[in-house]
C-alpha cells in the first residue's frame, strides 16, 4: 500500500473511533497500568525473579490498581482530554491522577497486609504509570501530526514557515501554530548566543540578514515576524529582512496587542504600524488621568477615523459621562455599539448633530455641560474639495464649523478646547489645507477673547490605516495584482497611526496652554513609492509582477508637507518628541473672524481662503513643485 494511501486509511480509522473516545482511553490506560506493573517488577527483580518472586495474589492486586486507577483518573476527567493536543496541561492533570492514585493503592495494600508485595514497587508504579500514559498521549499527537502534514503536504494546504526571533516569542509561537497546518522549518535571530540552538527540536539557523537565503534553501512558502517586544528599529529591521525573501510576511501581535489579550499564535497580516519602525509616544498616563477623570467629555466628529478612536482614548481613562457629536448615524451607532461593550459603566451620549448648525451646538452644550470638547469633525481629502462646490463645504465645516463649536465651548464654560489640526495647515496649497489654517487662527483669535476656556490645536501628518489613506488603497490594489499607483515618484509624507495619533491629542489637552499649536516630531518622512514597493514585497509578490504606475500629483497636492511654517518657533515640553509651537501674531485671525460673520459675497471659495490668509495660502504651489 502506498504512504500516502496508508495515511489517509489511518485518518479514517481515527475519525470512526473518536466518537468512542472516552472508553477506548480508559481501556488504553488500564492496559498503562497493568504494564507500568510489569516494569516495575523487571526493573526492580530483573529477568530471573520477576515472574517467579510475585506472591500468589498479585493478580487480584493488578485488578485493584486497575480499578482505582480507572476511578481516579475518571474523576479527574482525563477520559475528556483529546489527546492529539495534549500538552503540558494534561500532563499536570496525569500527575496529580498517579499521585492520587498510587497514594491509595499503597494505603490498601499495606492496610490489607499484603507484605509479599515490595515497598519499592508501590512506590515506583505511580512513576511508570505517569510515564507510560504521558508517553502514549503524545505518541498520539506525533502521530496524529505527522499524518496531517503528509495529508496537507500533498494536498498543498501545509504552510511552512520560517520564524524570524527565537525569544520567548517565537518559542510559544511554535507550540500554537503547529496544529493549524504549519511545519516551522527554522528560527533567524540576530543573538550568537542562540546561533545552533535548537527550540522545540527546531533549529535557530542563521541571522535576519541571511533571511532571503535561507527562505530559499529551506524551501520556505511564509515567513513570520516573532518579536513582539523588539523595538521599533529593530521590528522595521525584520519586516525590511523578510521583505526581500518575497514570501508572503506575516506577525504575532504587538507587545501592546498581547497585552490586550490576544496570544501569541493569532498571526495577523502586515498593519500600518508595522511598518513605521518608530517607538511610541511615551505619554503622561497619570496627568491624563487627573484631567479625564470624571469629568464630562463631549468629541465631535465622534464615528470618523480619528474621533472614534479619541472615543477609546478618553474612556480608557474614566470620564463620568462621553458625549458623542456625529452627523453620520452609521459611525455614530458603531462607535456606541463597541465603547458599550467595552465600557458598560461608562454612561454615553449619542447625538446626531451637524458643527454647522451653531442653535444645535449651544443647546447640547447647554444641556450636557463638558468640561473638556475634542474638535475633529472635518473634511480632509484634498482632491475631493478641490472641486469648487465641495471647496464651500469644506470651507463651511473645517472653518465655519470649529468657529461655531469653539464660540458655544466658550460661551458654556468648557475649561479645555482641542482642535484636530494637520501638517496641510502649514503654507496651505489646497482647500482642505487652508480651511484647516483658518480654524487654528479661529482659535487663536478665540484664546484672547475668552481667556477662562484654554483654545489649542494639534498638528499632526497623514494618519496610515484611516479612511482615505494608501495603505488600503495599496492592499487593495495588489490584492486585484496590480498596479499599484503613486501619484510622484519623489512625493514624501510623514506618518503617524490613528492610535498614536489619538494619544497626542489627548496628552495636549493636559500641557497645552491656550492658543498653542502642538506638533508632533514624527522622524524622518517616508516616500511613497517606497512603501508601496515595502507592501509589494511583503505580500509575497515580485514588484516586476505587480508595477507601480505614477499617475501625476492631484489637484492641491504638493510633494513635500512641512509641520511648522519657517518663522514659527517651537519648545520642547515633557513629553519626548512633542513640541509646542508658538505662532506668531497674524492679521489673519481678525480676518478670518470678519469673514465668518460677515461672509464675503459671490467670490470663488478660493478667493475667500486667499483674502483671509493672504500669502500664507498658495494655490497654485502644488501644480509648480510637480
Same mark, same amino acid.
Given at each position: 500500500?502506498?504512504?500516502?494511501?496508508?495515511?489517509?486509511?489511518?485518518?479514517?480509522?481515527?475519525?470512526?473511533?473518536?466518537?468512542?473516545?472516552?472508553?477506548?482511553?480508559?481501556?488504553?490506560?488500564?492496559?498503562?497500568?497493568?504494564?507500568?506493573?510489569?516494569?516495575?517488577?523487571?526493573?526492580?527483580?530483573?529477568?530471573?525473579?520477576?515472574?517467579?518472586?510475585?506472591?500468589?495474589?498479585?493478580?487480584? +492486586?493488578?485488578?485493584? /490498581?486497575? #480499578?482505582?486507577?480507572?476511578?481516579? %483518573?475518571? @474523576?479527574? *476527567? &482525563? !477520559?475528556?482530554? $483529546?489527546?492529539?493536543?495534549?500538552?503540558?496541561?494534561?500532563?499536570?492533570?496525569?500527575?496529580?491522577?498517579?499521585? +492520587?492514585?498510587?497514594? /491509595?493503592? #499503597?494505603?490498601?495494600?499495606?492496610? %490489607?497486609? @499484603?507484605? *509479599? &508485595? !515490595?515497598?519499592? $514497587?508501590?512506590?515506583?508504579?505511580?512513576?511508570?504509570?505517569?510515564?507510560?500514559?504521558?508517553?502514549?498521549?503524545?505518541?498520539?499527537?506525533? /502521530?496524529?501530526?505527522?499524518?496531517?502534514?503528509?495529508?496537507?503536504?500533498?494536498?498543498?494546504?501545509?504552510?511552512?514557515?520560517?520564524?524570524?526571533?527565537?525569544?520567548?516569542?517565537?518559542?510559544?509561537?511554535?507550540?500554537?501554530?503547529?496544529?493549524?497546518?504549519?511545519?516551522?522549518?527554522?528560527?533567524?535571530?540576530?543573538?550568537?548566543?542562540?546561533?545552533?540552538?535548537?527550540?522545540?527540536?527546531?533549529?535557530?539557523?542563521?541571522?535576519?540578514?541571511?533571511?532571503?537565503?535561507?527562505?530559499?534553501?529551506?524551501?520556505?512558502?511564509?515567513?513570520?515576524?516573532?518579536?513582539?517586544?523588539?523595538?521599533?528599529?529593530?521590528?522595521?529591521?525584520?519586516?525590511?529582512?523578510?521583505?526581500?525573501?518575497?514570501?508572503?510576511?506575516?506577525?504575532?501581535?504587538?507587545?501592546?496587542?498581547?497585552?490586550?489579550?490576544?496570544?501569541?499564535?493569532?498571526?495577523?497580516?502586515?498593519?500600518?504600524?508595522?511598518?513605521?519602525?518608530?517607538?511610541?509616544?511615551?505619554?503622561?498616563?497619570?496627568?491624563?488621568?487627573?484631567?479625564?477623570?470624571?469629568?464630562?467629555?463631549?468629541?465631535?466628529?465622534?464615528?470618523?477615523?480619528?474621533?472614534?478612536?479619541?472615543?477609546?482614548?478618553?474612556?480608557?481613562?474614566?470620564?463620568?459621562?462621553?458625549?458623542?457629536?456625529?452627523?453620520?448615524?452609521?459611525?455614530?451607532?458603531?462607535?456606541?455599539?463597541?465603547?458599550?461593550?467595552?465600557?458598560?459603566?461608562?454612561?454615553?451620549?449619542?447625538?446626531?448633530?451637524?458643527?454647522?448648525?451653531?442653535?444645535?451646538?449651544?443647546?447640547?452644550?447647554?444641556?450636557?455641560?463638558?468640561?473638556?470638547?475634542?474638535?475633529?469633525?472635518?473634511?480632509?481629502?484634498?482632491?475631493?474639495?478641490?472641486?469648487?462646490?465641495?471647496?464651500?463645504?469644506?470651507?463651511?465645516?473645517?472653518?465655519?464649523?470649529?468657529?461655531?463649536?469653539?464660540?458655544?465651548?466658550?460661551?458654556?464654560?468648557?475649561?479645555?478646547?482641542?482642535?484636530?489640526?494637520?501638517?496641510?495647515?502649514?503654507?496651505?496649497?489646497?482647500?482642505?489645507?487652508?480651511?484647516?489654517?483658518?480654524?487654528?487662527?479661529?482659535?487663536?483669535?478665540?484664546?484672547?477673547?475668552?481667556?477662562?476656556?484654554?483654545?489649542?490645536?494639534?498638528?499632526?501628518?497623514?494618519?496610515?490605516?484611516?479612511?482615505?489613506?494608501?495603505?488600503?488603497?495599496?492592499?487593495?490594489?495588489?490584492?486585484?495584482?496590480?498596479?499599484?499607483?503613486?501619484?510622484?515618484?519623489?512625493?514624501?509624507?510623514?506618518?503617524?497611526?490613528?492610535?498614536?495619533?489619538?494619544?497626542?491629542?489627548?496628552?495636549?489637552?493636559?500641557?497645552?496652554?491656550?492658543?498653542?499649536?502642538?506638533?508632533?516630531?514624527?522622524?524622518?518622512?517616508?516616500?511613497?513609492?517606497?512603501?508601496?514597493?515595502?507592501?509589494?514585497?511583503?505580500?509575497?509578490?515580485?514588484?516586476?509582477?505587480?508595477?507601480?504606475?505614477?499617475?501625476?500629483?492631484?489637484?492641491?497636492?504638493?510633494?513635500?508637507?512641512?509641520?511648522?511654517?519657517?518663522?514659527?518657533?517651537?519648545?520642547?515640553?515633557?513629553?519626548?518628541?512633542?513640541?509646542?509651537?508658538?505662532?506668531?501674531?497674524?492679521?489673519?485671525?481678525?480676518?478670518?473672524?470678519?469673514?465668518?460673520?460677515?461672509?464675503?459675497?459671490?467670490?470663488?471659495?478660493?478667493?475667500?481662503?486667499?483674502?483671509?490668509?493672504?500669502?500664507?495660502?498658495?494655490?497654485?504651489?502644488?501644480?509648480?513643485?510637480?
Amino acid at each position: 500500500m502506498p504512504l500516502s494511501s496508508a495515511w489517509t486509511a489511518l485518518d479514517h480509522l481515527l475519525a470512526r473511533i473518536r466518537p468512542h473516545r472516552e472508553p477506548l482511553s480508559l481501556l488504553v490506560d488500564g492496559a498503562v497500568v497493568v504494564l507500568a506493573w510489569q516494569a516495575v517488577y523487571l526493573f526492580r527483580l530483573g529477568f530471573e525473579r520477576w515472574l517467579s518472586a510475585r506472591p500468589s495474589y498479585d493478580a487480584a +492486586v493488578i485488578a485493584g /490498581l486497575v #480499578a482505582l486507577y480507572l476511578t481516579v %483518573l475518571w @474523576l479527574f *476527567k &482525563v !477520559p475528556k482530554g $483529546v489527546w492529539r493536543f495534549s500538552g503540558f496541561g494534561e500532563i499536570q492533570r496525569l500527575a496529580a491522577a498517579c499521585l +492520587v492514585a498510587g497514594l /491509595l493503592g #499503597a494505603t490498601v495494600v499495606l492496610m %490489607l497486609q @499484603l507484605n *509479599k &508485595v !515490595p515497598r519499592a $514497587v508501590l512506590a515506583l508504579h505511580p512513576v511508570f504509570v505517569l510515564a507510560g500514559l504521558a508517553g502514549v498521549r503524545l505518541a498520539y499527537r506525533m /502521530l496524529y501530526e505527522q499524518m496531517l502534514a503528509q495529508q496537507r503536504a500533498q494536498d498543498g494546504s501545509l504552510r511552512r514557515a520560517l520564524v524570524l526571533g527565537a525569544g520567548d516569542a517565537g518559542r510559544l509561537l511554535l507550540a500554537g501554530i503547529q496544529h493549524q497546518g504549519w511545519s516551522v522549518a527554522g528560527f533567524l535571530d540576530d543573538d550568537p548566543a542562540k546561533r545552533g540552538v535548537r527550540i522545540a527540536g527546531v533549529p535557530v539557523v542563521g541571522a535576519l540578514a541571511d533571511t532571503a537565503r535561507l527562505a530559499q534553501e529551506l524551501d520556505a512558502s511564509h515567513l513570520i515576524v516573532a518579536m513582539p517586544s523588539a523595538d521599533g528599529a529593530t521590528r522595521r529591521r525584520a519586516f525590511e529582512a523578510a521583505a526581500q525573501a518575497k514570501r508572503p510576511v506575516l506577525t504575532v501581535p504587538s507587545s501592546e496587542e498581547l497585552r490586550t489579550g490576544q496570544r501569541t499564535d493569532q498571526l495577523r497580516d502586515i498593519q500600518p504600524e508595522d511598518l513605521l519602525g518608530r517607538e511610541p509616544v511615551q505619554l503622561d498616563e497619570a496627568g491624563i488621568s487627573g484631567t479625564l477623570a470624571g469629568k464630562v467629555v463631549m468629541i465631535t466628529g465622534a464615528g470618523g477615523s480619528i474621533g472614534s478612536e479619541l472615543c477609546r482614548q478618553v474612556a480608557r481613562f474614566g470620564p463620568s459621562k462621553l458625549v458623542f457629536y456625529e452627523l453620520n448615524e452609521y459611525n455614530l451607532y458603531a462607535i456606541e455599539q463597541e465603547l458599550s461593550e467595552r465600557f458598560p459603566h461608562l454612561p454615553l451620549v449619542r447625538l446626531i448633530g451637524d458643527v454647522k448648525d451653531l442653535d444645535h451646538l449651544r443647546r447640547t452644550l447647554a444641556k450636557q455641560q463638558p468640561h473638556l470638547v475634542f474638535h475633529a469633525a472635518a473634511y480632509k481629502h484634498v482632491p475631493l474639495m478641490e472641486d469648487e462646490d465641495n471647496a464651500w463645504a469644506c470651507l463651511r465645516n473645517n472653518t465655519l464649523g470649529t468657529y461655531h463649536a469653539a464660540l458655544a465651548s466658550a460661551e458654556h464654560g468648557v475649561e479645555r478646547f482641542v482642535l484636530i489640526s494637520t501638517d496641510k495647515a502649514v503654507n496651505p496649497t489646497n482647500v482642505m489645507g487652508a480651511t484647516k489654517r483658518a480654524a487654528e487662527l479661529v482659535i487663536s483669535s478665540l484664546a484672547q477673547e475668552h481667556p477662562a476656556t484654554r483654545f489649542m490645536a494639534v498638528r499632526f501628518g497623514n494618519v496610515l490605516g484611516s479612511s482615505g489613506s494608501v495603505i488600503p488603497k495599496f492592499k487593495e490594489q495588489i490584492a486585484k495584482g496590480g498596479p499599484v499607483t503613486v501619484t510622484h515618484p519623489e512625493i514624501i509624507r510623514y506618518f503617524m497611526t490613528i492610535p498614536e495619533a489619538a494619544r497626542l491629542v489627548v496628552q495636549a489637552a493636559v500641557i497645552g496652554e491656550s492658543g498653542q499649536v502642538l506638533v508632533l516630531d514624527m522622524g524622518e518622512p517616508v516616500k511613497i513609492v517606497d512603501l508601496a514597493r515595502q507592501l509589494i514585497l511583503l505580500s509575497g509578490h515580485d514588484p516586476e509582477d505587480i508595477p507601480i504606475v505614477f499617475s501625476g500629483l492631484r489637484p492641491g497636492e504638493k510633494l513635500y508637507e512641512e509641520l511648522l511654517a519657517h518663522d514659527d518657533e517651537t519648545l520642547p515640553t515633557a513629553v519626548p518628541r512633542l513640541r509646542i509651537a508658538k505662532l506668531q501674531p497674524s492679521a489673519a485671525a481678525a480676518r478670518v473672524r470678519r469673514g465668518l460673520v460677515e461672509p464675503l459675497q459671490g467670490l470663488h471659495p478660493t478667493a475667500v481662503l486667499r483674502a483671509w490668509l493672504d500669502t500664507e495660502y498658495h494655490p497654485a504651489a502644488a501644480q509648480r513643485t510637480s
